[in-house]
């Protein structure tokens, strides 16, 4: 069959095609060209030799032998609930103290809400939040304050508006600007605009938010322990420095089930609150 008559159609193709960003078909080919260029770069870049790959594999099979099983004993319990109930506590201290400084920080982030100048402030912000990973902050909180869980709050109190600022931002954003129009027009202040024109409308999406952002904390508090920022973390590093690798097993348990319980808690949370 022959294609439509245009004049028959309105004037519009007679087929669909599917949307794309290239504008040109040799784009795309020479786009999809380069990415693949570029992952056989990395791959010859990391260039893993066989023999360690075979080193390696004996040794991880070693390393299993003696993990197994693990040191559940009166003193290891003991040791790891010490631990772990310190990386809880700091997970809830830099949550609460993260959320209290990245709603600001959003507020800065939300085009629609604040003039441009303060916009680029914002956003800076969260950039140098998000491009720095929890392990480098607390490296450097370390060296500032010490060894301890105060390095470790530290750290995750500077990274959580990378995350919860930028999307609490997105959030803001997206609100009906009809209902904070009507708070100006009764002559309402910038905060009263906040308070009762945006506020309601993003307090479930930010009470899901941060409940989703101390579930990434609990994660990353048994984390930043490996470099002596507190936490389940020191007691898993002293463990593999004593060669204690049964114990270790037993720590590596015991976060996974912590971790599943903060991520099954989390859910449930948020279908209540969203």
């Given at each position: 069959?022959?294609?439509?008559d245009p004049?028959r ?6 087929s669909?095609e599917r949307?794309t ?10 786009v999809y060209?380069?990415i693949g260029l570029f992952v056989l770069?990395?791959a010859?870049?990391?260039r ?6 075979i ?5 991880a ?7 197994f ?7 290891a319990r003991g ?11 700091m ?8 959320v209290?400084?990245s709603i ?6 939300a085009e ?5 100048p303060?916009?680029?402030v914002?956003?800076?912000?969260v950039s ?5 990973h ?11 304050v ?6 470790g ?10 995350f919860?600022a ?6 803001l954003e997206?609100?009906?600007?009809g209902q ?10 910038p905060?009263?605009?906040?308070l009762?024109?945006?506020a ?6 930010m009470?899901?938010?941060i409940?989703y952002r101390w579930?990434?904390?609990i994660r990353a508090?048994t984390?930043?322990g490996i470099v002596?920022?507190g ?6 590093l002293?463990s ?6 049964d114990f ?5 348990l015991a976060?996974?089930a ?5 991520e099954?808690?989390s859910?449930v949370?948020?279908?209540r609150v969203?």
């Amino acid at each position: 069959m022959g294609s439509a008559d245009p004049e028959r159609t309105g004037g519009y193709p007679s087929s669909w095609e599917r949307p794309t960003v290239f504008y040109s078909k040799n784009v795309k080919y020479l786009v999809y060209g380069a990415i693949g260029l570029f992952v056989l770069w990395s791959a010859w870049e990391l260039r893993p030799s066989p023999a360690r790959l075979i080193g390696g594999a004996d040794a991880a099979a070693s390393l299993l032998t003696t993990m197994f099983p693990p040191d559940f004993t009166p003193e290891a319990r003991g040791r790891i609930w010490d631990g772990m109930i310190e990386s809880i506590a700091m997970s809830i201290v830099a949550t609460a103290i993260g959320v209290l400084i990245s709603i600001p920080i959003a507020v800065m982030a939300a085009e629609n809400l604040v003039p441009r100048p303060v916009y680029y402030v914002g956003r800076s912000l969260v950039s140098i939040s998000r491009s720095l990973h929890e392990l480098v902050l607390a490296i450097v909180a370390v060296v500032a304050v010490g060894l301890g869980p105060l390095a470790g709050v530290i750290a995750l109190v500077i990274a959580t508006p990378g995350f919860f600022a930028k999307l609490m931002a997105e959030e803001l954003e997206d609100i009906d600007e009809g209902q904070a129009d009507a708070i100006r027009a009764l002559g309402g202040s910038p905060v009263q605009v906040l308070l009762y024109g945006v506020a309601p409308q993003v307090i479930p999406r930010m009470i899901g938010l941060i409940i989703y952002r101390w579930d990434i904390n609990i994660r990353a508090s048994t984390i930043v322990g490996i470099v002596g920022a507190g936490g389940i973390g020191v007691t898993l590093l002293n463990s593999f420095d004593r060669y204690e690798y049964d114990f270790s097993l037993a720590i590596i348990l015991a976060i996974i089930a912590v971790v599943m319980f903060g991520e099954i808690l989390s859910a449930v949370a948020r279908r209540r609150v969203q």
